[in-house]
């Protein structure tokens, strides 16, 4: 089975903190993915990667940069992180031969 | 125009029922077709994929595609307590982008 895990499951962080969100795939998937989650809005992608060194603007990319230097590993950073990006974010991974995305736990983030 | 669309629902339907969730899609080129279950506080978990016109049954779940009409649908047959999720619908354009609906939310009353 597909693992994909991430750093945290709950994080709380100060406003103006860089905070970094760290998820990693087991299965040699090429592309991964960074959504945040929030009632009423659902899942809105943030940045997505086809490839190492790769990177994609999602949908709300403002205040968010990724990093992806291993094809396992995708990073999400918070530059200065602000009360409203209190949300849970989800990493997800998918093969691009048989795009089903998998996610992984989730990690819920307050910003005080 | 969101490029997927779902009811928010709450849906209620009693055990044994069959549960309808339905979804509609903005992009007549959409290739892949995908339903999600997720349970309060967890992440989301793949439990359909539909990829062609028709019918694809899992078990109790069949997951419905009308590219036509752009739509597909999820029924839960003999629903029990533990469907209890939201439902998320999934679809990918061209590429390997997924868009997302908002999600409906299913309650089975025992």
């Known amino acids: 089975d597909v693992k994909v895990t991430q750093s945290s499951r709950y994080l709380v962080k100060r406003t103006g903190e860089k905070v970094f969100l760290e998820c990693v795939q087991d299965m040699d998937h090429e592309n991964m993915f960074w959504y945040r989650q929030d009632p009423g809005l659902g899942l809105r992608l943030i940045y997505f990667s086809y490839d190492v060194k790769m990177k994609e603007k999602g949908d709300i990319p403002e205040g968010y940069s990724v990093s992806r230097e291993k094809k396992e590993r995708f990073s999400l950073i918070l530059e200065s992180a602000s009360t409203n990006q209190t949300s849970m974010y989800l990493c997800?991974?998918?093969?691009?031969?048989?795009?089903?995305?998998?996610f992984g736990p989730g990690t819920r983030l307050t910003v005080l | 125009q969101k490029e997927v669309e779902q009811n928010s629902g709450p849906l209620s339907v009693p055990e044994g029922a069959i549960a309808s969730l339905n979804c509609t899609y903005s992009?007549?080129?959409?290739?892949?077709f995908f339903w999600y279950r997720q349970y309060s506080g967890k992440s989301p978990e793949l439990i359909m994929s539909i990829y062609s016109n028709g019918d694809k049954e899992d078990g109790r779940f069949t997951a419905q595609l009308n590219k036509a009409s752009q739509y597909v649908s999820l029924l839960i047959r003999d629903s029990q307590p533990s469907d209890s999720a939201t439902y998320l619908c999934a679809v990918i354009k061209t590429g390997n982008q997924f868009y997302f609906g908002t999600g409906t939310s299913l309650t089975v009353i025992p």
């Open positions: 997800a991974s998918s093969l691009t031969g048989a795009p089903k995305p998998f």
């Open positions: 992009d007549r080129g959409s290739q892949s």
